[in-house]
């Protein structure tokens, strides 16, 4: 199963989130539930480089179908925009765990 973690500041603002494992809804390289969760992902992560321009440290062990990211301050225009990024992530990834909830979890919380 693939869990997604999204941590949320006090605010309600995301700070980062944790996505760990694999779906295994089918077998590698035909799985739609991995390729989906792969590609809302790593398209928030280029979104928060390429149109945020936010800081932020990203970790990631592709083995173990691990990726980490860490928001880190920036001007407030980049930490609005990198918001809207990241609710539209949650958003996606909430559409896929509602048809797949068997092979993918989203948590929220601090």
């Known amino acids: 199963m693939i869990r997604v973690r999204v941590r949320r500041d006090e605010a309600g603002r995301i700070t980062g989130f944790t996505v760990q494992g694999h779906a295994g809804f089918a077998e590698a390289g035909r799985d739609i539930v991995c390729a989906g969760v792969t590609a809302v ?14 800081p932020h440290a990203v970790r990631q062990e592709d083995r173990e179908g691990y990726v980490d990211c ?41």
Do not use: N
């Open 70 to 110: 860490r928001l880190e301050p920036g001007t407030p225009e980049a930490e609005r925009t990198a918001q809207a990024i990241l609710e539209t992530m949650v958003l996606g990834l909430r559409d896929i765990e509602k048809d797949y909830g068997g092979y993918v979890r989203v948590t929220e919380g601090g």
């Open 41 to 54: 992902v790593f398209t928030a992560l280029l979104g928060l480089r390429s149109v945020a321009r936010i």
